[in-house]
């Protein structure tokens, strides 16, 4: 199993960026695809990016998309979120997923097998 602990949010002003991390320990080598969820309180928990290495791609919200960038380091331990032009609806607890399988549909948070604990992202205005 995959271990996951996310780091790196903050209380910003619209307007501002910041980046999340995670970082990855435990079973990773059968680690297929990755993602950034978030979620507020009284609602589900949202897509905002995904990757999928088999495939090559990232995934991206319409909400985000053009402002957060999803990548990872080349030892492939550490996932990020560039998050760029914060907005107050960004606030929000970001948690990182690992999933075993590259097939799942990438904006669904049952096709991730391991989750972290969060991390509060407040932008205010």
């Known amino acids: 199993q995959v271990q996951l602990v996310e780091s790196g949010g903050a209380l910003v002003q619209a307007g501002d960026s910041l980046r999340l991390s995670c970082v990855l320990s435990?079973?990773?080598?059968?680690?297929?695809?990755m993602g950034w969820f978030r979620q507020t309180p009284g609602k589900e928990r949202e897509f905002v990016a995904g990757?999928?290495?088999?495939?090559?791609?990232?995934y991206y919200a319409d909400s985000v998309k053009g402002r957060f960038t999803i990548s990872r380091d080349s030892a492939k331990t550490t996932l990020y979120l560039q998050m760029n032009s914060l907005k107050p609806q960004d606030t929000a607890v970001y948690y990182c997923?690992?999933?075993?399988?590259?097939?799942?549909?990438?904006?669904?948070?049952?096709?991730?097998?391991?989750w972290g604990q969060g991390t509060q992202v407040t932008v205010s205005e």
């Open positions: 997923a690992s999933a075993l399988s590259p097939y799942g549909d990438p904006e669904t948070p049952k096709s991730y097998d391991s």
């Open positions: 990757m999928r290495w088999v495939f090559g791609n990232s």
């Open positions: 435990g079973r990773i080598l059968g680690n297929a695809a």
